[in-house]
Protein backbone atom coordinates (compact mmCIF):
# COMPACT_ATOMS: atom_id res chain seq x y z
CA UNK A 1 0.00 0.00 0.00
CA UNK A 2 1.02 3.54 -0.75
CA UNK A 3 1.30 6.67 1.80
CA UNK A 4 1.18 10.20 0.95
CA UNK A 5 2.70 12.05 3.84
CA UNK A 6 2.48 15.91 3.74
CA UNK A 7 4.26 18.77 5.48
CA UNK A 8 1.66 21.40 4.69
CA UNK A 9 2.77 24.74 4.40
CA UNK A 10 1.07 27.47 1.94
CA UNK A 11 4.86 28.85 0.50
CA UNK A 12 6.19 25.16 0.54
CA UNK A 13 4.29 22.01 0.93
CA UNK A 14 6.23 19.01 1.07
CA UNK A 15 5.19 15.59 -0.13
CA UNK A 16 6.43 12.26 0.39
CA UNK A 17 5.19 9.00 -0.94
CA UNK A 18 6.34 5.50 0.60
CA UNK A 19 5.24 1.88 -0.04
CA UNK A 20 4.30 0.10 2.67
CA UNK A 21 6.15 -3.35 2.55
CA UNK A 22 7.96 -6.05 3.79
CA UNK A 23 11.16 -5.87 4.75
CA UNK A 24 10.63 -2.49 5.24
CA UNK A 25 9.04 0.80 3.35
CA UNK A 26 10.24 2.08 0.40
CA UNK A 27 10.33 5.75 -0.81
CA UNK A 28 8.43 6.46 -4.08
CA UNK A 29 8.68 9.89 -4.44
CA UNK A 30 8.88 13.00 -2.73
CA UNK A 31 9.35 16.95 -3.34
CA UNK A 32 8.08 20.27 -2.73
CA UNK A 33 5.11 22.24 -3.54
CA UNK A 34 5.94 26.00 -4.22
CA UNK A 35 3.60 28.79 -4.32
CA UNK A 36 4.59 32.25 -4.84
CA UNK A 37 3.78 35.15 -2.19
CA UNK A 38 3.41 37.36 -5.09
CA UNK A 39 -0.39 35.62 -5.46
CA UNK A 40 -3.24 35.92 -3.37
CA UNK A 41 -3.98 33.10 -1.17
CA UNK A 42 -6.60 31.40 -2.85
CA UNK A 43 -4.95 30.77 -5.98
CA UNK A 44 -1.81 29.34 -4.00
CA UNK A 45 -4.04 27.33 -2.23
CA UNK A 46 -6.07 26.00 -5.65
CA UNK A 47 -2.03 25.52 -6.90
CA UNK A 48 -1.99 23.07 -4.67
CA UNK A 49 -4.67 21.75 -4.62
CA UNK A 50 -4.13 20.50 -8.04
CA UNK A 51 -1.06 19.45 -7.32
CA UNK A 52 -2.26 17.09 -4.42
CA UNK A 53 -4.60 15.96 -7.28
CA UNK A 54 -2.30 14.94 -9.29
CA UNK A 55 0.04 13.45 -7.00
CA UNK A 56 -3.16 11.29 -5.79
CA UNK A 57 -4.14 10.49 -9.10
CA UNK A 58 -0.53 9.04 -9.87
CA UNK A 59 -0.01 7.19 -6.61
CA UNK A 60 -3.22 6.46 -5.32
CA UNK A 61 -2.04 6.49 -1.84
CA UNK A 62 -4.73 4.58 0.44
CA UNK A 63 -3.77 6.35 3.06
CA UNK A 64 -2.92 10.78 3.00
CA UNK A 65 -0.94 11.51 6.43
CA UNK A 66 -0.20 15.46 7.33
CA UNK A 67 1.49 16.88 10.09
CA UNK A 68 -0.74 18.96 12.00
CA UNK A 69 -0.52 22.29 12.37
CA UNK A 70 1.83 23.58 15.68
CA UNK A 71 0.06 25.86 17.97
CA UNK A 72 2.99 27.66 19.03
CA UNK A 73 4.02 28.84 15.52
CA UNK A 74 2.98 32.23 14.99
CA UNK A 75 -0.78 33.39 14.46
CA UNK A 76 -0.41 34.28 10.30
CA UNK A 77 1.66 30.81 9.67
CA UNK A 78 -1.03 28.97 11.34
CA UNK A 79 -3.96 30.02 9.79
CA UNK A 80 -2.07 29.74 6.11
CA UNK A 81 -0.88 26.31 6.78
CA UNK A 82 -4.44 25.38 8.26
CA UNK A 83 -5.90 26.81 5.35
CA UNK A 84 -3.15 23.90 3.25
CA UNK A 85 -4.44 20.92 5.43
CA UNK A 86 -8.28 22.01 5.12
CA UNK A 87 -8.01 21.65 0.99
CA UNK A 88 -5.86 18.49 1.32
CA UNK A 89 -8.28 16.61 3.96
CA UNK A 90 -11.02 17.73 1.40
CA UNK A 91 -9.01 16.92 -1.30
CA UNK A 92 -8.47 13.05 0.45
CA UNK A 93 -11.87 12.32 1.20
CA UNK A 94 -12.53 13.28 -2.32
CA UNK A 95 -10.52 10.11 -3.47
CA UNK A 96 -11.50 7.75 -0.73
CA UNK A 97 -8.48 7.86 0.77
CA UNK A 98 -8.19 7.55 4.46
CA UNK A 99 -6.42 10.57 6.69
CA UNK A 100 -4.55 10.35 9.70
CA UNK A 101 -3.11 13.96 11.33
CA UNK A 102 -0.32 13.95 13.99
CA UNK A 103 1.64 16.42 15.83
CA UNK A 104 5.25 17.22 15.08
CA UNK A 105 6.26 15.91 17.95
CA UNK A 106 4.76 12.30 17.42
CA UNK A 107 6.22 12.26 13.50
CA UNK A 108 9.46 12.91 15.93
CA UNK A 109 8.69 10.10 18.18
CA UNK A 110 8.16 7.59 15.41
CA UNK A 111 10.97 8.38 13.21
CA UNK A 112 13.51 9.28 15.35
CA UNK A 113 13.06 7.79 18.98
CA UNK A 114 12.34 11.27 20.70
CA UNK A 115 9.84 14.36 20.60
CA UNK A 116 12.76 16.43 20.54
CA UNK A 117 14.52 15.51 17.59
CA UNK A 118 16.11 18.09 15.64
CA UNK A 119 14.69 18.69 11.54
CA UNK A 120 18.84 17.34 10.77
CA UNK A 121 18.31 14.22 12.88
CA UNK A 122 14.89 13.53 10.99
CA UNK A 123 16.12 13.95 7.73
CA UNK A 124 18.89 10.98 8.62
CA UNK A 125 16.98 8.47 10.06
CA UNK A 126 14.55 9.05 7.16
CA UNK A 127 17.48 8.37 5.10
CA UNK A 128 18.34 5.78 6.91
CA UNK A 129 14.85 3.91 7.63
CA UNK A 130 13.95 4.56 3.73
CA UNK A 131 17.73 3.35 2.76
CA UNK A 132 18.09 6.84 0.71
CA UNK A 133 22.07 7.36 0.16
CA UNK A 134 21.93 11.06 -1.17
CA UNK A 135 20.93 13.33 0.71
CA UNK A 136 17.34 14.37 0.88
CA UNK A 137 17.18 18.14 -0.29
CA UNK A 138 15.17 19.93 0.13
CA UNK A 139 14.01 19.44 4.23
CA UNK A 140 10.46 19.90 3.61
CA UNK A 141 10.47 16.26 1.71
CA UNK A 142 12.11 14.55 4.09
CA UNK A 143 9.95 16.15 6.47
CA UNK A 144 6.77 14.77 4.87
CA UNK A 145 8.72 11.33 4.44
CA UNK A 146 9.02 11.09 7.93
CA UNK A 147 5.03 11.71 8.23
CA UNK A 148 4.36 8.86 5.73
CA UNK A 149 7.07 6.54 8.32
CA UNK A 150 4.88 8.06 11.40
CA UNK A 151 1.59 6.40 9.80
CA UNK A 152 3.61 3.33 9.12
CA UNK A 153 5.19 2.98 12.48
CA UNK A 154 1.71 3.72 14.30
CA UNK A 155 0.38 0.70 11.65
CA UNK A 156 2.52 -1.82 12.57
CA UNK A 157 2.37 -0.76 16.54
CA UNK A 158 -1.65 -1.41 16.55
CA UNK A 159 -0.90 -4.91 14.70
CA UNK A 160 1.32 -6.23 16.96
CA UNK B 1 -25.30 39.70 -10.34
CA UNK B 2 -25.35 37.31 -6.93
CA UNK B 3 -22.85 37.57 -3.98
CA UNK B 4 -22.37 34.59 -1.63
CA UNK B 5 -21.52 36.02 1.65
CA UNK B 6 -20.01 33.67 4.07
CA UNK B 7 -19.45 33.92 8.15
CA UNK B 8 -16.66 30.95 8.02
CA UNK B 9 -16.76 28.47 10.87
CA UNK B 10 -16.34 24.82 11.36
CA UNK B 11 -19.47 24.11 13.43
CA UNK B 12 -21.25 26.61 12.36
CA UNK B 13 -20.76 28.06 8.61
CA UNK B 14 -23.23 31.23 7.92
CA UNK B 15 -24.11 31.93 4.04
CA UNK B 16 -25.85 34.48 2.66
CA UNK B 17 -26.99 35.07 -1.18
CA UNK B 18 -27.84 38.25 -2.38
CA UNK B 19 -28.83 40.19 -5.42
CA UNK B 20 -27.44 43.85 -6.30
CA UNK B 21 -29.37 45.77 -8.42
CA UNK B 22 -31.33 48.83 -8.02
CA UNK B 23 -32.81 50.90 -6.26
CA UNK B 24 -30.78 48.36 -3.45
CA UNK B 25 -29.64 44.67 -2.35
CA UNK B 26 -31.87 41.93 -2.04
CA UNK B 27 -31.98 38.92 0.09
CA UNK B 28 -31.83 35.82 -1.70
CA UNK B 29 -31.44 33.04 0.63
CA UNK B 30 -29.58 32.90 3.97
CA UNK B 31 -29.20 29.96 6.36
CA UNK B 32 -26.39 27.67 8.17
CA UNK B 33 -24.52 24.98 7.32
CA UNK B 34 -24.29 22.54 10.52
CA UNK B 35 -21.70 19.84 11.03
CA UNK B 36 -21.78 17.53 14.09
CA UNK B 37 -18.27 17.63 16.61
CA UNK B 38 -18.72 14.30 16.92
CA UNK B 39 -17.60 13.75 13.55
CA UNK B 40 -13.77 14.12 12.49
CA UNK B 41 -12.79 17.34 10.67
CA UNK B 42 -11.95 16.13 7.50
CA UNK B 43 -15.63 14.85 7.39
CA UNK B 44 -16.88 17.89 8.46
CA UNK B 45 -15.00 20.17 6.26
CA UNK B 46 -15.72 17.44 3.63
CA UNK B 47 -19.72 18.18 4.53
CA UNK B 48 -19.54 22.30 4.34
CA UNK B 49 -17.67 21.97 0.68
CA UNK B 50 -20.10 19.94 -0.33
CA UNK B 51 -22.84 22.50 0.83
CA UNK B 52 -21.02 25.02 -0.32
CA UNK B 53 -20.81 23.72 -3.98
CA UNK B 54 -25.09 23.18 -3.80
CA UNK B 55 -25.12 26.96 -3.01
CA UNK B 56 -22.78 27.97 -5.81
CA UNK B 57 -24.54 25.46 -8.25
CA UNK B 58 -27.65 26.73 -7.31
CA UNK B 59 -27.39 30.69 -7.32
CA UNK B 60 -24.40 31.04 -9.46
CA UNK B 61 -22.65 33.42 -7.67
CA UNK B 62 -19.94 35.66 -9.23
CA UNK B 63 -18.19 36.74 -5.90
CA UNK B 64 -18.34 34.64 -2.79
CA UNK B 65 -16.90 37.09 -0.20
CA UNK B 66 -15.58 35.32 2.88
CA UNK B 67 -15.04 36.82 6.69
CA UNK B 68 -11.59 36.75 7.45
CA UNK B 69 -9.95 35.13 10.70
CA UNK B 70 -9.95 36.91 13.81
CA UNK B 71 -6.42 36.87 15.26
CA UNK B 72 -7.18 37.52 18.37
CA UNK B 73 -9.67 34.08 18.72
CA UNK B 74 -8.48 31.77 20.42
CA UNK B 75 -5.93 29.56 18.31
CA UNK B 76 -7.64 26.00 18.06
CA UNK B 77 -10.92 28.44 16.92
CA UNK B 78 -8.28 30.12 14.28
CA UNK B 79 -7.36 26.83 12.83
CA UNK B 80 -10.81 25.54 12.21
CA UNK B 81 -12.29 28.44 10.84
CA UNK B 82 -8.91 28.64 8.80
CA UNK B 83 -9.68 25.14 7.50
CA UNK B 84 -13.27 26.04 6.59
CA UNK B 85 -11.94 29.06 4.33
CA UNK B 86 -9.58 27.63 2.82
CA UNK B 87 -12.03 25.04 1.54
CA UNK B 88 -14.21 27.51 0.48
CA UNK B 89 -11.73 29.51 -1.34
CA UNK B 90 -10.63 26.27 -3.49
CA UNK B 91 -14.63 25.49 -4.41
CA UNK B 92 -15.08 28.76 -5.09
CA UNK B 93 -12.01 29.12 -7.59
CA UNK B 94 -13.39 25.81 -9.11
CA UNK B 95 -16.77 27.70 -9.72
CA UNK B 96 -14.71 30.73 -11.31
CA UNK B 97 -16.28 32.85 -8.87
CA UNK B 98 -14.26 35.93 -7.91
CA UNK B 99 -13.08 35.88 -3.96
CA UNK B 100 -13.74 38.80 -2.03
CA UNK B 101 -12.26 38.55 1.75
CA UNK B 102 -13.40 41.36 4.48
CA UNK B 103 -11.83 41.84 8.41
CA UNK B 104 -14.87 41.47 10.88
CA UNK B 105 -14.12 45.42 11.28
CA UNK B 106 -14.47 46.02 7.58
CA UNK B 107 -18.12 44.23 7.48
CA UNK B 108 -19.54 45.73 10.89
CA UNK B 109 -18.05 49.47 9.21
CA UNK B 110 -20.08 48.53 6.23
CA UNK B 111 -23.02 47.33 7.15
CA UNK B 112 -23.59 49.45 10.80
CA UNK B 113 -20.88 52.31 9.94
CA UNK B 114 -18.68 51.85 12.32
CA UNK B 115 -15.93 48.87 13.35
CA UNK B 116 -17.30 48.71 16.95
CA UNK B 117 -20.69 47.50 16.62
CA UNK B 118 -22.22 44.61 18.09
CA UNK B 119 -24.13 41.50 16.97
CA UNK B 120 -27.35 43.09 17.68
CA UNK B 121 -27.10 45.82 15.91
CA UNK B 122 -25.36 44.07 12.78
CA UNK B 123 -28.61 42.05 12.73
CA UNK B 124 -30.40 45.03 12.80
CA UNK B 125 -28.90 46.93 10.10
CA UNK B 126 -28.53 43.74 7.78
CA UNK B 127 -32.65 43.72 7.98
CA UNK B 128 -33.53 46.63 6.98
CA UNK B 129 -30.60 47.37 4.97
CA UNK B 130 -32.24 44.07 2.94
CA UNK B 131 -35.88 45.05 3.83
CA UNK B 132 -36.48 41.98 5.33
CA UNK B 133 -39.39 42.07 8.27
CA UNK B 134 -39.19 39.01 10.14
CA UNK B 135 -35.42 38.70 12.70
CA UNK B 136 -33.09 36.84 10.91
CA UNK B 137 -32.53 33.78 12.78
CA UNK B 138 -29.87 32.37 13.50
CA UNK B 139 -27.47 35.23 13.73
CA UNK B 140 -25.09 33.50 11.32
CA UNK B 141 -27.09 34.08 8.64
CA UNK B 142 -27.33 37.59 9.63
CA UNK B 143 -23.79 37.93 9.70
CA UNK B 144 -23.08 36.28 6.22
CA UNK B 145 -25.54 38.66 4.35
CA UNK B 146 -23.23 41.47 6.25
CA UNK B 147 -20.29 40.12 4.79
CA UNK B 148 -22.01 40.07 1.31
CA UNK B 149 -23.60 43.63 1.51
CA UNK B 150 -19.60 44.64 2.61
CA UNK B 151 -18.69 43.83 -0.78
CA UNK B 152 -21.87 45.49 -2.51
CA UNK B 153 -20.64 48.52 -0.24
CA UNK B 154 -17.06 48.44 -1.68
CA UNK B 155 -17.92 47.90 -4.79
CA UNK B 156 -20.05 50.92 -5.00
CA UNK B 157 -17.50 53.11 -3.19
CA UNK B 158 -15.17 52.04 -5.92
CA UNK B 159 -17.84 52.42 -9.15
CA UNK B 160 -18.25 55.92 -7.21
Known sequence: M???????????????????????????SAGVIRTSPNEVTSVRLFEIRNEIRTLISEYRP??????????????????????????????????????AEYSPTEVKLAVAGYGGAQKAEIQTMVQLLLGIEKKLDPVDAADALAVA???SANRSMVAR
Chains 1, 2 share one sequence.
Not at 11 to 28: F, L
Not at 65 to 86: D, P
Open 62 to 99: EVVAIERVLFQRNVKTAVSVSQVIGVIMVEALDADCEI
Open 149 to 151: LCY
Open 2 to 28: FVLGIDPGLSRCGYGVIKIGKPKEKAV
